[in-house]
């Protein structure tokens, strides 16, 4: 079964600083792995995405997030944090293998970023 | 255009109402999806269309029916919900829905209030 953790319900960071929102998961084979962001009263926005390839990925408004495939993990990270950054971060997985294709993209239980300045 | 959008933004409804909630999308994407989001909590899914044919029913109650009368549209007919139906109804597309990788794509939402 596939399942994604997102440890902490709450980051503080002050603006400058660099943040990480972290998240681990577990699936079956290879994972794809997501990150969206959601502003109040907003749906969600997608940022990025790893499939394969290098661990690294950079995405929208300067994030990047690192696949670590031996601690499966997926960590959101930013150098420096702006007010605006503020929102509930969500990490997603699906499934990569053929018999688990067309599965639902599972999420995390969401983390609030709380950048203060 | 890369957007998906929804109507009404906010619909209040009483218990005996029938309402519906709708989404759209040009971006040529062949899967389309309901979720329900309750307050800071993550979005839980209730339909997949995928090409035009209901592909997922997360076993949601009959109160609810979508609809996708083509593939840039999708429905949500509401009738004879319940309070606990209150709720941000999310809709989203992607590219497909067999292929994992591709994101998804979700419109501003539906603010339902059952009264």
């Known amino acids: 079964a596939q399942s994604v953790a997102q440890p902490e319900d709450q980051v503080n960071v002050a603006e400058g600083n660099p943040l990480t929102v972290k998240c681990t998961y577990s699936?079956?084979?290879?994972?794809?792995l997501f990150w969206y962001v959601q502003y109040p009263n907003r749906g969600l926005q997608f940022l990025l995405k790893?499939?394969?390839?290098?661990?690294l990925v950079k995405g929208s408004y300067g994030f990047e997030a690192e696949f670590n495939k031996s601690q499966t993990s997926f960590h959101l990270k930013k150098p420096s944090a702006l007010v605006s950054d503020s929102a509930l971060y969500f990490c997603a997985v699906r499934a990569s293998s053929l018999n688990q294709a067309g599965t639902a993209l599972i999420f995390g239980k969401g983390t609030t970023l709380s950048v203060s300045s | 255009d890369t957007e998906v959008t929804q109507t009404p933004k906010h619909l209040v409804m009483g218990m005996t109402n029938k309402k519906s909630l709708k989404c759209e999308q040009h971006m040529g994407h062949r899967a389309m999806y309901w979720y329900k989001q309750k307050a800071k909590k993550p979005p839980e899914l209730m339909f997949v269309?995928?090409?035009?044919?209901?592909?997922i029913n997360e076993s949601v109650p009959s109160r609810f029916s979508p609809e996708c009368p083509n593939s840039s549209l999708l429905n949500l007919h509401l009738h004879a919900l319940q309070p606990e139906d209150s709720a941000l109804y999310l809709c989203?597309?992607?590219?497909?829905?067999?292929?994992?990788?591709?994101?998804?794509?979700f419109g501003p939402g539906t603010r339902l209030t059952v009264l």
């Open positions: 699936v079956s084979g290879n994972p794809y």
């Open positions: 989203a597309s992607s590219q497909d829905h067999d292929s994992s990788y591709n994101e998804q794509f």
């Open positions: 790893y499939i394969t390839g290098d661990n």
């Open positions: 269309y995928s090409y035009e044919k209901l592909s």
